[in-house]
């Protein structure tokens, strides 16, 4: 099993920048793929951006984040992270990482183990 703990999110004003962090721990030579999701109110957790190691690596984010959202791995620290900028309203949500063994790394049912959520709130 994988222990994924986050960090960063918080309040920003809209065209501002924050940085989530996802640790990851156990089992994490297992593991080839992160994804990024998130939830806000009263919709279904919807896939933000995620990376694979197989064969190279793959980064592939969705449509409405292409562009102002980065994610980059550090192997030494077992550490993903999401670089937001240029946020917007729209980006306000929980927001979750998770890990497993896929190459569909689009779709949340494919991750074996997710962190505890991180609220991100962007002000207009």
């Known amino acids: 099993q994988v222990q994924l703990v986050q960090s960063g999110g918080g309040l920003v004003q809209a065209g501002g920048s924050l940085r989530l962090s996802c640790t990851a721990s156990?089992?994490?030579?297992?593991?080839?793929?992160m994804g990024w999701f998130r939830q806000a109110p009263g919709k279904d957790r919807e896939f933000v951006g995620g990376?694979?190691?197989?064969?190279?690596?793959?980064?592939t984010y969705a449509d409405s984040v292409k562009g102002r959202f980065t994610i980059s791995r550090d192997n030494a620290k077992n550490t993903v992270y999401l670089q937001m900028n240029t946020l917007k309203p729209d980006d306000t949500a929980v927001y979750y990482c998770?890990?497993?063994?896929?190459?569909?790394?689009?779709?949340?049912?494919?991750?074996?183990?997710w962190g505890q959520g991180t609220q991100v709130t962007v002000s207009s």
């Open positions: 156990g089992r994490t030579f297992s593991i080839y793929a």
């Open positions: 990376m694979h190691w197989i064969g190279g690596t793959t980064t």
């Open positions: 998770a890990s497993g063994r896929t190459t569909h790394i689009t779709r949340s049912g494919e991750y074996d183990d």
